[in-house]
Structure formats: C-alpha cells, structure tokens
C-alpha cells in the first residue's frame, strides 16, 4: 500500500475520533458553564433574598412611637419600640378599639414602668374603676388601664382611685395621638394617699390593622 492510500485509509478514523472527542469536550463544556451560571444564579437570588429581608427588617413597622406622662409630678417618658412591635405603637382590635403599651425602648430611661391601655379609636375615653376590677378579675370588658412597675423601689405599683381619661386629639389611620389624665394610688407605700396623674401625651404609629 502506497503512502497515499494509507492516509485515505486511516484519516477517516483519525477524523471519527477527532470529531468524538471534540463532542464530549463540548458536551463537558456546554454543563460545566451551565452548572456554573445556575451557581451565580442561585448566589445572586439568595443575596437578593438577603438584602430583601434586611430591607423588611431593618425599619421595624412603628418606628418613632414618643410618650410622656407625670405621677405625683415626677415625668416618665419614652420612645422607640422592641424587635417585636409590642411596645409604643398601636394595635387595633376592631375598627373601633385599640390597645398601645407605653414603656421607654431607648436605653436612655434606668426606670422603665409599663402603661398599658385598651380604648376607643376616636374620641374621648373614661376608664373606671369598675372596668379596671373586672379586668383583673377575668371579666370581659372593652376598656381598660394597667401601669406596671418592675422597680417598686423606685416607682411604685400604682392602682387607679377614680379612673383615667383618655383623649384621641388625631387618627389619621397610621399615626394616633392623644392626652391621658386620672387618679393613682400608691399600692407600695400609702394606700390613704391620692396622686395625681397629669401631663399624658402620647404619639404613636399604627402597628396593626384590624383584619
């Protein structure tokens, strides 16, 4: 066989082989950039994810709820609210109540009584006496008060003496804002002893909507 017709003979099968190892070389290179684009895919999705959940988080719903209040003369004030919306904001009931907890979230405060209330969306409020009883004996009722003190040796416990008004001076559906005023009584150190609650004020953001 002459050397012509031996490379006929064999560049047929160099070429097979050529063009064989030319697929699988493509094939491997065609799944080694699509693994490779899904991986930058997925990594861009979950930063996308990432920065979306830093976006909902980073400004809690309520942000810039402001209180103050005076027992006896002495001024207790507050602002901000805790990683879970409880505190310095508003949440309706129904269309009609809403309940808000005023205690200081800034760290600013080394005394941070609670000042809870459930009371009409607009309009004036008159807590009594009898509906704060109820409420503490698990009766149902539609408005109430409760100041909480966790350092008695600072601020005492008080009870209510004649009750508590609260007044709605703006509802604008985000924001509220209003006055409260009453009687307290000193459960820790003279129960003969009537002090007056004066000067309240709060200003808070709407947290949640009635469903």
């Given at each position: 066989m002459n050397t012509n017709s031996f490379l006929l003979a064999v560049n047929p099968?160099?070429?097979?082989?050529?063009?064989?190892i030319v697929a699988v070389f493509t094939s491997i290179s065609f799944l080694f950039f699509s693994c490779n684009g899904n991986s930058n895919a997925n990594s861009s999705k979950q930063n996308g994810d990432n920065n979306t959940s830093t976006?909902?988080?980073s400004s809690i719903p309520g942000d810039g709820g402001s209180f103050s209040y005076k027992?006896?003369?002495?001024?207790?004030?507050?602002?901000?609210?805790?990683?879970?919306?409880?505190?310095n904001c508003i949440t309706f009931h129904s269309k009609d109540t809403i309940?808000?907890?005023?205690?200081?979230?800034?760290?600013?405060?080394?005394?941070?009584?609670?000042?809870?209330?459930?009371?009409a969306a607009n309009g004036t409020t008159k807590i009594t006496q009898d509906d704060i009883e109820r409420k503490h004996s698990g009766n149902n009722i539609t408005y109430y008060a409760e100041f909480t003190s966790y350092q008695?040796?600072?601020?005492?416990?008080?009870?209510?003496?004649?009750?508590?008004t609260v007044i709605i001076t703006s509802n604008n559906g985000s924001r509220i804002t209003g006055t409260f005023s009453g009687e307290l009584i000193d459960n820790n150190?003279?129960?003969?002893?009537?002090?007056?609650?004066t000067d309240g004020k709060f200003d808070l953001p709407v947290c949640s909507h009635p469903k």
């Amino acid at each position: 066989m002459n050397t012509n017709s031996f490379l006929l003979a064999v560049n047929p099968k160099i070429m097979k082989h050529i063009k064989l190892i030319v697929a699988v070389f493509t094939s491997i290179s065609f799944l080694f950039f699509s693994c490779n684009g899904n991986s930058n895919a997925n990594s861009s999705k979950q930063n996308g994810d990432n920065n979306t959940s830093t976006s909902n988080t980073s400004s809690i719903p309520g942000d810039g709820g402001s209180f103050s209040y005076k027992i006896d003369g002495k001024e207790i004030s507050g602002s901000g609210q805790d990683q879970f919306g409880f505190t310095n904001c508003i949440t309706f009931h129904s269309k009609d109540t809403i309940d808000f907890t005023l205690a200081d979230q800034s760290g600013k405060s080394a005394v941070t009584p609670q000042f809870s209330f459930m009371i009409a969306a607009n309009g004036t409020t008159k807590i009594t006496q009898d509906d704060i009883e109820r409420k503490h004996s698990g009766n149902n009722i539609t408005y109430y008060a409760e100041f909480t003190s966790y350092q008695p040796d600072k601020i005492p416990n008080y009870s209510f003496h004649s009750g508590i008004t609260v007044i709605i001076t703006s509802n604008n559906g985000s924001r509220i804002t209003g006055t409260f005023s009453g009687e307290l009584i000193d459960n820790n150190n003279n129960l003969d002893k009537v002090v007056q609650l004066t000067d309240g004020k709060f200003d808070l953001p709407v947290c949640s909507h009635p469903k």
